[in-house]
């Protein structure tokens, strides 16, 4: 179990004395899972809600009721998801911080929920050499290496290698993803380290919204039926990433780090989707189409640099960090669509006509620019009290440029102030209780009927929650209450085709997770949450609506039991149940996903002391569940019954 994280402070700080929820996933809960994805992970975790996922080609998770397509998790302290980007892979992954409540006040532009920030694996000066191999019964096929050792006595390596294809939901689709992540630390002198990461992530993978509910009634197709024309193809995807870190410690108190990131990302492909208007016919088994083509390209650089330090003022001590960032993402959209041609839901037939794409039906070109600069101080008051003040400015420049119709350029500058406070009491050495508040912001895209842009989207959340934490620091828990108002969100305006930032939405909650080692056997983590996140304030919904994709209760369970065989190899069998309850399905809360159960069964068995042999089962017992929606018509079935075989090779 982890027992401090650099995330949720950018510094390395206790989690009992983080006066915040911190759930963080390690690489041993990764491999008890089985997980290839983030999305596999954040069901274990209370408060995390999967949402619409663009067609399986993203990552897009409700944080306490709110989406995080946009700062939804940073690599390493860096924006990680920002434009269109593959679905994450665990393959370079080293643990996963899920850091709740408002990030504003160290990170910026993000939504209230929280945020998830990936630490990814370093270079080792020890040798080490892991090769795994993958199989299931959906088609999957994955091989991986993670090779890292010295290339001399100040210079490490660390180079992670993956290649998978299948696991889909029809023999009509098919995925491929392969994965190139060199790493290299410099041990400059014994002050001063600098890194170097890099992530060239390829993916070819059909924009699959899913099934058609009919009218709101679930249920009337098969889950692996494809509505869409496999003559298409895939989606072509790129995510090429690289990051450098300099770190300086210029005494025992004293630290500097500067750090770049650079990340280019493309997608672009054709899909044969639902027509924008009227798709489904009033016989409610013709599906009207449009044939599209996408091209989603985005580039994002980013730049920080950070002094940290301690010292005390009298009995008092600080932990200060004082920091500086600027950004600059450009995104561009270009979205072309044909005639419609239908299609017979309960009787597909495919082959379509490939019509002309004469409908441009978006064309733009994005800028985003933001300068920030934040403080934050750590006191330490005595062993048991400790205080927490943070504040940062940020300056956000957008402008669009829209390329349909008349050609329009809009631009907008904000600033916001992102003040967060805390206050921790740890009464005895394996207890907390923590007071927490704060503000956070988010630009909001677009105009009004009058041209000028939109006020930036504003937040405030309260938290309280009570930590626990063995004396060994084996086992751990979390439980925490919050309540979250954002303002400013866009609504319909009066004038139809516009919008008003004055819409408000809240979510208030509870949430808890029990993690670790129970003793030499036994390993569990559970995770349970309620959540009343709806709309207060709008122009056309009603207040009480429920937020689209976001459960009252969600709960999820996963436990292993180890032991040794009598020739002394090593064992594991658990198993993982995930909960999830009812959810609105679009945003007038029209129609219910219903709640699901699922199970997973998992096993291994440590054959030598270089070899482990694993079998999983998803979905045990076949249920047929809807994992998230789109809008009024698409809804996200889950995967069937699957076995997956790994083997696993320390070489």
């Given at each position: ?5 650099s ?17 963080v ?17 954040v ?7 999967r949402?619409n ?11 306490r ?15 990680g ?9 665990t ?14 006040a ?25 090769a ?21 006595q ?8 993956m ?32 890194n ?24 009337s ?27 300086r ?56 640099a ?22 600059k ?6 979205i ?12 597909p ?7 002309p794409?004469?409908?441009?039906t ?20 005595s ?5 927490l ?9 957008q ?16 600033s ?8 921790s ?31 930036p ?11 626990l934490q ?6 751990g828990?979390n ?14 305006s ?23 080692q129970?003793n ?5 983590s ?36 180890e ?37 997973k069964?998992l ?6 002391k270089s070899?482990?042999?694993s ?13 998230g ?23």
């Amino acid at each position: 179990m982890t027992s401090s994280s650099s995330g949720a402070t950018r510094t390395d700080t206790p989690l009992m004395e983080v006066p915040q929820s911190v759930r963080v996933i390690t690489t041993q809960q990764i491999e008890d899972l089985g997980a290839l994805r983030l999305a596999d992970i954040v069901d274990y975790v209370s408060g995390i809600s999967r949402l619409n996922d663009f067609g399986g080609t993203w990552d897009n998770f409700g944080i306490r009721g709110f989406s995080s397509t946009d700062m939804g998790f940073l690599v390493n302290g860096f924006p990680g998801s920002r434009g269109y980007n593959p679905r994450r892979d665990t393959a370079t992954v080293e643990r996963i911080e899920f850091l709740k409540g408002p990030a504003s006040a160290i990170y910026g532009s993000s939504e209230p929920g929280g945020t998830i920030n990936i630490v990814t694996k370093k270079p080792l000066f020890t040798p080490k050499n892991v090769a795994e191999l993958s199989a299931g019964t959906g088609g999957l096929k994955r091989a991986s290496l993670d090779s890292t050792g010295p290339l001399g006595q100040s210079v490490a390596y660390r180079l992670n290698l993956m290649t998978e294809e299948g696991d889909s939901r029809s023999n009509l689709l098919n995925n491929r993803r392969s994965l190139i992540a060199p790493a290299v630390t410099w041990l400059i002198d014994k002050d001063t380290v600098l890194n170097y990461e890099g992530e060239f992530l390829q993916a070819s993978t059909p924009l699959d919204r899913g099934i058609i509910n009919v009218r709101g009634v679930l249920g009337s197709l098969p889950r692996d039926r494809v509505l869409s024309e496999p003559s298409d193809g895939n989606m072509n995807m790129s995510s090429n990433t690289h990051q450098l870190t300099l770190e300086r410690a210029f005494s025992e108190n004293w630290r500097a780090k500067f750090g770049a990131s650079y990340k280019e990302s493309t997608f672009d492909g054709y899909y044969t989707e639902a027509a924008l208007s009227n798709p489904l016919q009033a016989d409610n088994r013709t599906l009207n189409r449009t044939r599209t083509w996408r091209q989603l390209p985005s580039r994002d650089i980013s730049f920080q640099a950070e002094l940290e330090g301690k010292f005390n003022t009298g009995a008092i001590g600080h932990t200060v960090l004082f920091g500086a960032e600027a950004s600059k993402l450009w995104m561009n959209t270009e979205i072309l669509r044909s005639a419609n041609t239908p299609i017979d839901i309960y009787n597909p037939v495919y082959g379509a006509p490939l019509l002309p794409l004469t409908n441009r039906t978006s064309s733009s070109d994005e800028y985003q620019r933001v300068k920030a600069v934040f403080v934050q101080d750590q006191l330490s008051l005595s062993p048991q009290w400790k205080l927490l003040g943070g504040l940062r400015w940020d300056q956000y420049n957008q402008s669009v440029e829209n390329r349909v119709g008349t050609v329009t350029t809009t631009s907008q500058q904000q600033s916001a102030v992102s003040p967060r406070a805390g206050i921790s009491y740890l009464p005895t050495e394996w207890s907390s209780v923590y007071l927490s508040a704060g503000k956070s912001f988010r630009g909001n895209s677009g105009v009004d009927v009058n041209g000028r842009p939109f006020d930036p989207q504003h937040s405030t959340a309260y938290e309280a929650g009570l930590k626990l934490q063995s004396k060994d620091e084996r086992l751990g828990a979390n439980f925490a209450v919050y309540d979250i108002t954002k303002t400013n969100v866009l609504t319909s305006s009066d004038v139809p085709g516009f919008s008003v930032a004055a819409g408000e939405v809240k979510s208030t909650g509870f949430e808890a997770d029990v993690y670790g080692q129970i003793n030499a056997n036994w390993r569990v983590s559970g995770n349970f949450s309620w959540d009343d996140a709806r709309v207060t304030k709008d122009k056309t919904l009603a207040p009480g609506t429920r937020l689209t994709n976001i459960p009252a209760y969600s709960a999820g369970l996963l436990a292993m039991r180890e032991d040794a065989l009598v020739n002394g190899n090593r064992y594991g069998l658990g198993g993982a149940v995930n909960y999830v309850g009812n959810r609105s399905g679009n945003a007038a809360d029209t129609y219910t996903l219903p709640a699901y159960t699922t199970v997973k069964l998992l096993s291994y068995w440590q054959v030598s002391k270089s070899v482990r042999f694993s079998l999983d089962v998803h979905n045990l017992f076949n249920r047929n569940y809807y994992t998230g929606s789109w809008g009024n018509l698409y809804v996200i079935p889950g995967t069937e019954r699957t076995v997956v075989a790994r083997l696993k090779i320390d070489l």
